[in-house]
């Protein structure tokens, strides 16, 4: 397949799945209305700057996600199964992005982690769980170490895959240290892009700045389908920024957000430059720097607090920045680093 038409799959990739995640998405609202799926904002008592700054949005739909990661599953079952069915050599063929080679890990898992996120969401609304707010975090740490260690089960014994690469210091190969690596990989990615999701349209910008770094970053490597993946993502993405920003009429939620963090480890390990993550991904490592910062400060300083809130972006609304100017400051950042770890990658060839 010559670059023209890698470019036209990858761009057609993004229309479709834009228009079906455009599509999906007032259908989705009204029905997570009708079934109460809806945000609420915990007290002034328990968290006074949360509810000051937020308490407006109290009632806003959550579980967006869902049309996210449907919409990238359903393109990317429909095209294969429908290659398999009339052969090689058709149209759906050669845009098809479905493989074993390359995608069915990243599908597989975020599938897994999407599902962990719709049950501790659903719980969350329903006030279910041990206390009555969703899955406790061990728990939900547990799930996705869990995810973890299925894919790194995956790329040990079945890709035989034991080697890290560090950008302009070369490749090692570190033996079974690598399912530890891909788990650390996995979970805090996940939970970094969960803690970014906290303003309008603030996890979805820096999400799409981060997904089209690694679709270059694939394409360059000539993992085409892995490339495509990414931007099917995008385009699903666009389409749930469109009623995500500020004001939002829904909300990602966990189901989103962790799947979309699970999928993004994959690819960065899957292209072999997980380290660029921590640039590619600067806005997500800040972010759960600030939370860690925060609740170490609270731990051994007798409650003080760093921050006014945590995460950062909450901090910043604290100090009076308004939501649009720090997701939009965010997104500057975002698209910035995605840009400066491209250029990287491609020098580090």
Request: proline share 3%.
């Amino acid at each position: 397949m010559t670059d023209t038409l890698i470019a036209a799959r990858s761009l057609g990739i993004i229309a479709l799945t834009f228009i079906i995640s455009v599509s999906l998405m007032p259908g989705l609202i009204r029905l997570l209305h009708r079934l109460g799926m809806k945000k609420s904002i915990r007290d002034a008592e328990s968290a006074p700057v949360m509810a000051a700054l937020h308490g407006k949005k109290a009632g806003t739909p959550n579980m967006g996600g869902i049309a996210i990661w449907a919409t990238v599953l359903m393109v990317a079952i429909v095209l294969g199964w429908g290659c398999a069915w009339i052969g090689e050599g058709s149209f759906l063929c050669r845009i098809s992005f479905l493989s074993r080679g390359q995608t069915w890990l990243p599908l597989g898992l975020m599938f897994a982690a999407a599902l962990i996120g719709l049950v501790d969401d659903y719980w969350n609304v329903k006030r279910l769980g041990p206390r009555g707010g969703g899955l406790k975090k061990r728990h939900q740490l547990l799930s996705y170490l869990l995810i973890g260690l299925l894919g790194a089960w995956w790329f040990y014994t079945k890709l035989d895959w034991q080697i890290v690469h560090i950008p302009f210091l070369g490749t090692y190969s570190i033996g079974w240290w690598y399912i530890p690596f891909f788990i650390l990989t996995i979970v805090s990615t996940s939970f970094s892009v969960n803690e970014i999701d906290g303003l309008d349209g603030l996890a979805g910008g820096t999400l799409l700045a981060a997904f089209g770094a690694y679709a270059i970053i694939a394409w360059s490597q000539g993992r085409m389908d892995l490339a495509t993946l990414c931007t099917a993502v995008i385009g699903a993405l666009l389409g749930f920024l469109w009623f995500n920003v500020n004001p939002a009429d829904v909300f990602m939620g966990d189901t989103g957000a962790m799947s979309l963090g699970t999928v993004l480890g994959v690819v960065a390990l899957m292209t072999n430059q997980p380290f660029l993550l921590l640039i590619i991904g600067l806005p997500f490592v800040v972010e759960s720097l600030s939370v860690l910062i925060q609740s170490t400060s609270k731990l051994l300083r007798h409650g003080k607090k760093i921050f006014k809130s945590s995460p950062l972006h909450h901090h910043l609304e604290a100090i009076g920045w308004s939501e649009p100017r720090i997701v939009m400051r965010f997104w500057m950042i975002s698209f910035v680093c995605a840009g400066i770890g491209v250029v990287l990658a491609l020098i580090d060839r």
